[in-house]
Structure formats: C-alpha cells, structure tokens
C-alpha cells in the first residue's frame, strides 16, 4: 500500500453516528416507493446534502460498497509484461478471476441487499473483476438474485458502467515506470471497456462524472481527493440505490479514511471491500442525504485498519 499516512490527510471526519442495524422493511418501502413516485435515478440537482438531524421523513439507508479487483496477471507471470501491447493494463489472473467470483457469491449471501449499479474503473483487471461479481449475483437454481425483500433479481437488472475517476492513481507509483507510456497516455477508450462486459448489463447512457481520465503524474493528495469526492458524488446521482464501486487499493483506502475518524489502513487484500452506509430522507419529493459511516469491521473482508485505542473500544473493532 502506497503512502497510508499521506492519505489520511485529507480525510473528511464523519459526524455520523452509529445507525441502528439494516431493516429489510425499509428497503421494502424504499424500493417500492422509487417505482410508484418514479424516484429511481436522480440528478445531482435533485440531492440535498443533510448537515446534521433529520430534515425530512426517514426512507431508508444507501449502501455504498467499495472493492478492490482481483489478482492481476503480472504479479503472477512477470515475463507476461515483454510480449504485452499493454503491459500497463494487466489482465486478471485466473486466481483473481475465481476470487472475484466467490467474493461476489459471498456479499451477496453475506449482505442480503439489492445492488442496483455497479461503476468500475476502466483498467481490465477492473473490467474482468466486474464481470466476474454480476455473474456470481446470479442464483442457478431460481435464475435470479434474491434481494433484500425476497424478490428475485435477474442478473442484466444490474447496470454497470465504466467510471474513469475510478482509475489507479495516475502516478509512477503506482503504475510501473517499466511498463507505463512515457507520455501517460493509457489509450483507454469507453466503448472498448463496455465491450468487454457483457452487452446487456452496460449502461450506455450514463453520464460520467469524470469524462476522461485525470492528468498524468497527479500527486497522492489529488488521488485520494479525488476517490473521496466521487464516492459522493456517485451515491448523490443515485440515491435510491445501492452502489458497487470496482477501483483500485487506494480508493478502498480513501474509502474508510474518509469516513471512519482516525482509521489508518494497514491492508487492502485482492478484492477486499468495505461498505459504507448513509440514511436517506424525503421531504417534499426531494430526497436528503445523511452523512456515511464505514459498517466493515477491520479484517472481515480483506481490509485491515487500525483504530485508536479509544475509538477502538467504543465500537467494539478489534485491530490487527
């Protein structure tokens, strides 16, 4: 893991406090709510961001998971890197394409909760990651993933769509200098990474939030910075659902020092994730955003994390 403590500088402290545990019922009438109101995606414009008590009626909470890929190729055949067009984008080994799979068999039947869109960075270890998680939603034997109310969710209802902000820090640290193009240019285009998923889960229509990737040799500060904010900014767009963001160690990092007060990161395992949380409320057909907390206790899900002695005690973490 790159520069932990230099992370940690611009994390934004949560005044959240610990919510009370997932109610299935309120995802009922979340979800029911969202397709008799028509509210299921909205605009940035359409999210007020709460500061603090609630400002509206209680709907439910947002779930927003942040994942690593898997075991990228390279690190598993380095002479793969001489022959490669691309030694940059690694593919997945297929020791992380079986890990991707079973981590997505495990959240799902480990969480229980609907995941309406998945967003995920364009490098291929990434792509192939995402593919591998879609697939693992589906349940053979009734053709469908069992949500958090018991209805059947056929595995093409998940949308997935390429997120350039969601991309490896754009440095030398974290791309080998070896490998990386001398003028940064990664080549990536939109259409070639949709290609790569299976045509019926992609949504074409996405907006981005990032339309191209973020300028070559940016510094570990404006990495970080800009995982934090697209975290928001990527829950503020689609409230009314739960996220899946596919990225790389670093925003899993950001992920809980952003949002889980003096948390330092030990370790992001190949597809480690954490899940974060925010209510959502609703008051006069706008809906009002809460603050997120980190739900993952350090080491359940391949993320190890550190804790004050204090903080460590009031909730209950145990560090590794």
Same mark, same amino acid.
């Given at each position: 893991?790159?520069?932990?403590?230099?992370?940690?500088?611009?994390?934004?402290?949560?005044?959240?406090?610990?919510?009370?545990?997932?109610?299935?019922?309120?995802?009922?009438?979340?979800?029911?709510?969202?397709?008799?109101?028509? !509210?299921?995606?909205?605009?940035?414009?359409?999210?007020?961001?709460?500061?603090?008590?609630?400002?509206?009626?209680?709907?439910?909470?947002? #779930?927003?998971?942040?994942?690593?890929?898997?075991?990228?190729?390279?690190?598993?055949?380095?002479?793969?890197?001489?022959?490669?067009?691309?030694?940059?984008?690694?593919?997945?080994?297929?020791?992380?394409?079986?890990?991707?799979? +079973?981590?997505?068999?495990?959240?799902? +039947?480990?969480?229980?909760?609907?995941?309406?869109?998945? !967003?995920?960075?364009?490098?291929?270890?990434?792509?192939?990651?995402?593919?591998?998680?879609?697939?693992?939603?589906?349940?053979?034997?009734?053709?469908?993933?069992?949500?958090?109310?018991?209805?059947?969710?056929?595995?093409?209802?998940?949308?997935?769509?390429? $997120?350039?902000?969601?991309?490896?820090?754009?440095?030398?640290?974290?791309?080998?200098?070896?490998?990386?193009?001398?003028?940064? #240019?990664?080549?990536?285009?939109?259409?070639?990474? $949709?290609?790569?998923?299976?045509? $019926?889960?992609?949504?074409?229509?996405?907006?981005?939030?990032?339309?191209?990737?973020?300028?070559?040799?940016?510094?570990?500060?404006?990495?970080?910075?800009?995982?934090?904010?697209?975290?928001?900014?990527?829950?503020?767009?689609?409230?009314?659902?739960?996220?899946?963001?596919?990225?790389?160690?670093?925003?899993?990092?950001?992920?809980?020092?952003?949002?889980?007060?003096?948390?330092?990161?030990?370790?992001?395992?190949?597809?480690?994730?954490? $899940?974060?949380?925010?209510?959502?409320?609703?008051?006069?057909?706008?809906?009002?955003?809460?603050? !997120?907390?980190?739900?993952?206790?350090?080491?359940?899900?391949?993320?190890?994390?550190?804790?004050?002695?204090?903080? +460590?005690?009031?909730?209950?973490?145990?560090?590794?």
């Amino acid at each position: 893991m790159l520069s932990l403590r230099l992370l940690r500088l611009f994390s934004v402290r949560s005044t959240c406090s610990n919510q009370a545990p997932i109610l299935q019922e309120s995802y009922k009438i979340l979800f029911q709510g969202c397709k008799e109101t028509g !509210f299921r995606s909205l605009s940035p414009g359409s999210v007020k961001m709460s500061s603090g008590g609630k400002q509206g009626g209680f709907v439910s909470y947002q #779930n927003v998971f942040v994942m690593r890929h898997g075991e990228r190729l390279d690190n598993f055949e380095p002479s793969w890197v001489m022959t490669a067009a691309r030694p940059w984008d690694p593919p997945l080994a297929e020791a992380g394409r079986k890990r991707a799979f +079973e981590t997505g068999r495990r959240l799902r +039947e480990s969480v229980g909760l609907p995941i309406g869109r998945v !967003f995920v960075s364009p490098f291929l270890r990434c792509l192939q990651t995402a593919g591998e998680l879609v697939a693992s939603f589906s349940d053979e034997g009734r053709g469908g993933t069992v949500a958090g109310d018991g209805v059947a969710v056929k595995p093409f209802e998940v949308k997935v769509s390429v $997120e350039y902000g969601l991309c490896e820090m754009m440095n030398s640290k974290a791309i080998r200098p070896k490998v990386a193009p001398k003028d940064g #240019n990664m080549g990536f285009d939109v259409a070639v990474c $949709e290609a790569m998923l299976p045509a $019926e889960i992609v949504d074409k229509n996405v907006e981005r939030v990032y339309k191209e990737l973020p300028q070559w040799e940016e510094s570990v500060l404006q990495a970080g910075a800009r995982y934090q904010q697209l975290i928001k900014d990527l829950a503020d767009k689609y409230p009314t659902e739960n996220l899946l963001l596919v990225t790389h160690g670093e925003g899993v990092q950001v992920a809980v020092s952003s949002f889980k007060k003096d948390a330092e990161v030990n370790e992001v395992d190949y597809c480690g994730y954490v $899940e974060l949380r925010r209510p959502i409320f609703k008051k006069d057909h706008t809906f009002i955003t809460g603050e !997120f907390d980190l739900l993952t206790p350090s080491g359940q899900t391949g993320v190890s994390y550190s804790l004050p002695r204090a903080l +460590e005690n009031d909730t209950n973490q145990t560090t590794p």
